[in-house]
């Protein structure tokens, strides 16, 4: 608040010049003295032994204390003259130092402000003030140099067009281009929902685990892309924080992203499904679970039944070959043959009551000794009639006459083969029957002969692992089903015929129409293919009802039916007309889906077969019983 | 980018992606070659080079410092003009009205921007003053239809010429500008974007015959003169604010001839029936109707309701607006005024009603917008707790779920009596709770059952069957029901099957289209039940509470 005061001249008497300059007195705090005189001894600080209560009754007492101040170069008390305080009272209110200074006076020109007529100076003007100035010369002629090169352009005029007229004033409806056409108008925002308001009705708002999973997931492949919330009233309504981002994403999106028009299909799902002819416009079919045939303990894996459809017989895991009433679900007998019954097969001869039994490495040949008694007996007869040739021909298996004890079981003839057996099928006429062996070998197949107990090698070479063989039920034609391709080969010229592609993974069993120009075969990747044989190589129509794979399909003697078991544990009952008329293609229809079996071992329908006269189908399942649907 | 942008040009999506991608299938964006040469022959990007030319010197004359320099250059520095290429993308005006939507949102968005950084202060005025001019026409031809307050900002949805025109504006807050956005992008659209609003403003503006640039009517500009006070000392800013204000008329070029509205002859259309002609002619009506709802009312605004959105609500059904004096300029009259028939507020209590206005949130005045008619006022009274804000954007199709709300409203609409329904509700209610083992049969049909008498009916065999099955066995009842649905059963079970199996003959393609409609029909439905069952569980706990809170008040 104090300005410095410079040492005046008339204050002290005893005149002491401190030469330590304009520095910071701090810096001789802690010194004895603080400075030094013009002869250079030190100036000692004045003895100051003033405490506060000193300060205190000095203020109170001496009069004039409020003019005394410290002169910080010397450390004195100097009391202020009137002259001195008037200066400070001044300078405070920002007058003059000097009492006698007039800031106020009339000011008075150097110069006068009026032209006069007379030079100041006397001396004659210079020759330049005559001539042009050549730096303006040349300044002024650049610039002419300029406009006529032409660098250097007028002003352009401000035009004074108004910003905005009418632009859509003459619409030419030639002006809207192919362009226009063919441009693809950017879709518009969608519109709000309910959940977008600011108070929502509250079934609307994300309950808590809802919300936990929206901030999971990630942001673009939320529905939402914010959280409803419900505000009390209008004032409590905060900004959204993502406008400026949502616009901004909008933005992008009109120039960045592509555009193309999708057709979306607007079809009514019932038009759809195509039109087919009513199920119950194509009776007879199984319908309903009659009958039940139970007594296996393990997974029955085949099935047959004999030519008159009165007996019916089954082998399972369980190493019995049961023989059934089908009428009465009755087990007339069972045969054990020591090892897991992987195919059976009844002679389609009705004169001929004999069984062909897959047991591991041997085809067992059994009479059942079931119906007529006449009939078994003349089979027996027309076994034991066999007469040795005279010259033993090299076989590659080997006919053994079955013992006793076997026989008075049934078994009349056991054909043993080197390896484990696969299949065993009957031809038509019921004198040969063909049979598969689990091998890699060319001698996967073999055609056995009954009457004269002989037995051959087909094929010279293996084309891939056999799965199923089949007679013609009409034709000297036989089926090799192998994994993707089914051969057929015509067994009187020896050469192959045709060879249908499957278009499956894994072909698991096959059977014929008996009319012999459709084929079907089931597969492993849960497809059914049905070929025509005179229309193509490939299934005419590809058939993917069932969700697991297909165990086993049958035809139909008569009927137009054919089914498929699969491991879902449903037998598929499918109407398969084929007409006489070679140009109408055959018409397939599903008309049932029959269930019944327990899934076991994630195995469920093994076997299925038709009922030769009835439109009745058996299935045998892995949970050990043989159903009846009729 | 900034040419396309303007232009209007997009990628397109190649119909062989490997094959003109050489191969790989990389993601990548293609443009149409024939886009790439359009935009070459544009004469804007000539003008483009001129000004990357005007800047690059600036910058030179800035460095050496030479002021003369840089006037002359700022006086000649090159502009641009998108007009011919907003007459080329819109060839129609009904083409720009289309595209509308995205130029408005984007303009209010950049009205709403502060003054500082960002972007070009012109850029922000232009686009307040393009917006406040568009709400202006809005409110002159009383075209908005459905307003919606979502929590992201106000959607307003208006029929300009036909065309619906749909735009959002963000609630009056101040922006945190986020760093991930890029303005420049945002900024040239807005360029472009002005300019089309500005004649799109134009030609609106004359079709009503309105002056362009707007002006107020003389009439009410002198009212508005003393309300002006000295802080508006710049005439044109006063001049948009006056206009923000959106409380007075424009001026027109042809003053408006008294009963303007001339009957329109009819045009029978040929093949169109005289039913066709009537719904039409009863749409016009309703339209009308719509249009002059808030006519001969007087509303107040409160000081702490948003001003513009409801002051242009309000406007553009023809009802008359005021608010304080120290909030904005514009006020025509004054709290006290006694003819004010709605004050809108938005506190929970108010200190002095006066006697003979309605004291509103300001929900009321969109839900009465949306609903096409005056709501009754009880349920937004202020402190009320306010039943919800329906979305008007939704017509909800067969198989939607939908809002009981929304039920109440159409109910309302088709003119039913909002006590009755509401009471039919709740009885209707209590008996489902006391009976909840009836079928379900009876159930609907009470539901699509709507005139009075036949509820009565209803309700006197509804008493009926309760006392006869007081009287006899329920047993008996429930035996006879089952044997004859069965029959029904053992029918559509049948068919069920048929349906199945027909199903599996499909071919794999249509099996597939059929399996993905089938899933989204259903995905639908699931969705729908849970939102009911939400709904029903909230109103159990709702119910449940105010039986307690009953209880305890007895208690």
Not at chain 1, 49 to 76: C, H, I, S
Not at chain 1, 310 to 337: H, I, N, Y
Not at chain 2, 49 to 78: C, H, I, M, Q
Not at chain 2, 359 to 381: E, G, I, T
């Amino acid at each position: 608040p104090c300005p410095p005061l410079t040492p005046l001249p008339s204050a002290p008497l005893q005149d002491i010049r401190n030469t330590v300059g304009n520095i910071p007195m701090e810096w001789y705090q802690d010194f004895p003295h603080i400075g030094y005189d013009l002869e250079g001894k030190r100036i000692y600080k004045p003895i100051r032994n003033k405490d506060e209560l000193d300060v205190f009754l000095e203020k109170m007492e001496n009069p004039d204390y409020w003019r005394t101040v410290q002169d910080k170069m010397t450390g004195a008390d100097i009391k202020l003259t009137d002259e001195q305080v008037d200066l400070v009272h001044r300078l405070q209110k920002g007058q003059f130092g000097d009492v006698h200074f007039d800031p106020y006076e009339p000011a008075v020109d150097f110069f006068t402000h009026e032209v006069m007529i007379h030079p100041v100076t006397n001396r004659p003007a210079d020759k330049r003030s005559f001539i042009p100035s050549l730096i303006e010369k040349e300044k002024v002629s650049k610039l002419v140099h300029a406009i006529k090169m032409g660098w250097i352009k007028p002003r352009k005029p401000k035009d004074d067009t108004p910003t905005y007229y009418d632009l859509w004033a003459h619409e030419d409806p030639n002006s809207i281009l192919g362009r226009h056409k063919m441009h693809v108008p950017a879709p518009k925002m969608k519109l709000p929902g309910h959940e977008e308001s600011y108070n929502p009705p509250p079934e609307y708002l994300l309950s808590e685990e809802e919300k936990l999973a929206w901030e999971q997931q990630e942001p673009a492949e939320r529905k939402l892309n914010f959280v409803p919330q419900q505000y009390r009233c209008l004032r409590a309504v905060p900004a959204y924080s993502r406008f400026i981002h949502e616009r901004f994403e909008r933005c992008l999106d009109l120039y960045l992203c592509p555009r193309q028009r999708k057709m979306r299909v607007n079809v009514d799902p019932e038009d759809l499904i195509p039109k087919l002819p009513k199920p119950r416009d194509l009776q007879p079919f199984p319908t309903t679970l009659a009958l039940v045939y139970c007594g296996h303990t393990s997974l029955v894996r085949c099935l047959s039944i004999s030519p008159s459809g009165q007996w019916l017989v089954s082998g399972s895991d369980d190493c019995t070959v049961r023989f059934w009433e089908v009428s009465t679900a009755r087990c007339m007998k069972t045969l054990p043959v020591g090892g897991v019954v992987k195919s059976v097969a009844w002679n389609p001869n009705p004169t001929v009551c004999l069984v062909a039994i897959c047991v591991e490495q041997s085809v067992l040949l059994v009479n059942p000794c079931l119906g007529d008694k006449l009939l078994y007996g003349a089979t027996d007869q027309l076994l034991e009639s066999y007469v040795a040739p005279e010259e033993e021909r090299v076989q590659p298996v080997q006919w053994v006459v079955a013992t006793t004890e076997e026989h008075s079981k049934g078994i009349r003839l056991v054909v043993q083969h080197s390896k484990a057996l696969k299949q065993v099928t009957w031809h038509g006429k019921g004198d040969y029957f063909a049979s598969v062996v689990s091998d890699n070998s060319n001698m996967q197949v073999l055609i056995h002969q009954t009457s004269k107990r002989w037995s051959q090698n087909p094929f010279r070479k293996s084309k891939g692992l056999v799965q199923c063989v089949l007679f013609h039920p009409i034709r000297p034609y036989f089926f090799v089903a192998t994994q993707r391709y089914v051969r057929v080969y015509n067994l009187l010229k020896q050469e192959l015929t045709k060879k249908l592609m499957t278009n499956c993974k894994w072909v698991s069993s096959m059977a014929i129409h008996p009319g012999g120009d459709n084929v079907i075969c089931g597969s492993y990747d849960s497809k059914l293919a049905w070929f025509d044989l005179d229309l193509s190589t490939r299934p005419y129509q590809l058939l993917r009802h069932h969700k697991k794979a297909l165990r086993s399909v049958a035809f139909h003697k008569h009927y137009p039916l054919f089914a498929s078991g699969s491991d879902d544990g449903t037998v598929i009952v499918c109407h398969g007309m084929v007409y006489n008329d070679l140009l109408q293609n055959p018409l397939l229809v599903p008309v049932k889906v029959l269930k019944g079996h327990v899934l076991t071992l994630d195995l469920g329908v093994l076997d299925v077969l038709f009922h030769p006269t009835q439109p009745w189908v058996f299935s045998s399942g892995a949970d050990g019983t043989v159903r009846l649907y009729t | 980018r900034r040419l396309c942008i303007l232009k209007g040009i997009y990628p397109h999506e190649p119909k062989h992606k490997k094959k003109v991608n050489k191969g790989s299938t990389a993601a990548r964006t293609f443009y149409l070659l024939k886009d790439i040469k359009f935009l070459l022959h544009e004469p804007i990007v000539n003008k483009f080079r001129e000004y990357k030319v005007f800047v690059r010197k600036l910058r030179k004359a800035y460095g050496k410092s030479e002021w003369s320099t840089v006037d002359r250059l700022k006086d000649n520095k090159p502009t641009y003009k998108l007009d011919h290429i907003v007459k080329e993308r819109y060839p129609t005006f009904i083409d720009a009205l289309r595209d509308l939507d995205d130029a408005l949102s984007m303009c209010f968005l950049f009205s709403t921007f502060p003054r500082t950084g960002k972007c070009h202060v012109q850029t922000i005025q232009l686009c307040r003053r393009l917006a406040v001019e568009f709400l202006n026409y809005v409110i002159a031809s009383r075209s908005l239809r459905k307003v919606f307050l979502s929590i992201k900002g106000i959607y307003y949805q208006a029929e300009v010429l036909g065309q619906p025109v749909t735009w959002i504006t963000p609630y009056t807050f101040a922006h945190d500008h986020p760093t991930d956005v890029d303005y420049r992008v945002m900024a040239t659209f807005t360029e472009f974007y002005t300019t089309l609003l500005g004649f799109v403003n134009f030609r609106l503006y004359h079709s009503l015959n309105l002056l362009y640039p707007p002006k107020i009517d003389g009439q009410a500009d002198v009212e508005l003169k003393p309300v002006e006070g000295k802080e508006y000392a710049m005439d044109s800013e006063s001049y948009l604010e006056k206009l923000s204000a959106l409380s007075a008329s424009l001026a027109r070029v042809v003053a408006p001839t008294h009963e303007d509205e001339v009957e329109i002859d009819e045009f029978p259309v040929e093949g169109e029936t005289a039913e066709q002609m009537d719904a039409r002619k009863k749409e016009q009506e309703a339209l009308e109707k719509h249009k002059k709802l808030f006519e001969g009312l007087r509303f107040f605004l409160n000081r702490e309701v948003p001003r513009e959105p409801l002051a242009f609500v309000i406007r553009c059904f023809g009802g008359q607006v005021s608010w304080d004096k120290s909030l904005c300029i514009g006020a025509t009259y004054d709290v006290s005024d006694p003819s004010i028939t709605h004050q809108i507020v938005d506190r929970p209590r108010v200190e002095k009603q006066v006697v003979g206005r309605y004291y509103l949130q300001p929900q009321w005045v969109f839900d009465s917008v949306n609903a096409k008619l005056c709501l009754p006022v009880a349920d937004y009274f202020p402190g009320v707790l306010l039943p919800p804000h329906l979305s008007p954007f939704v017509t909800e199709q067969e198989g939607d779920y939908v809002p009981p709300e929304k039920l109440k409203l159409l109910a309302l609409q088709r003119g039913e009596n909002p006590g009755d329904v509401r009471l039919q509700d709740e009885e209707s209610e209590e008996e489902e709770e006391e009976e909840d083992d009836n079928d379900k049969d009876e159930e609907e049909e009470e539901e699509e059952d709507e005139s009075e008498k036949e509820e009565e009916m209803k309700l006197k065999r509804m008493e009926e069957q309760k006392t006869q099955s007081n009287k006899a066995l329920p047993v008996k009842v429930t035996a006879g029901k089952l044997r004859l649905e069965d029959k029904q059963r053992l029918e559509q079970e049948q068919q069920s099957e048929e349906k199945r199996l027909a199903i599996m003959m499909m071919k794999k393609r249509e099996k597939y289209l059929y399996k993905k409609i089938m899933f989204g029909k259903k995905r639908k439905v699931r969705e729908a039940n849970k939102l009911a069952a939400k709904r029903k569980a909230h109103d159990t706990a709702v119910k449940e509470e105010k039986k307690k809170s009953k209880k305890a008040r007895r208690a």
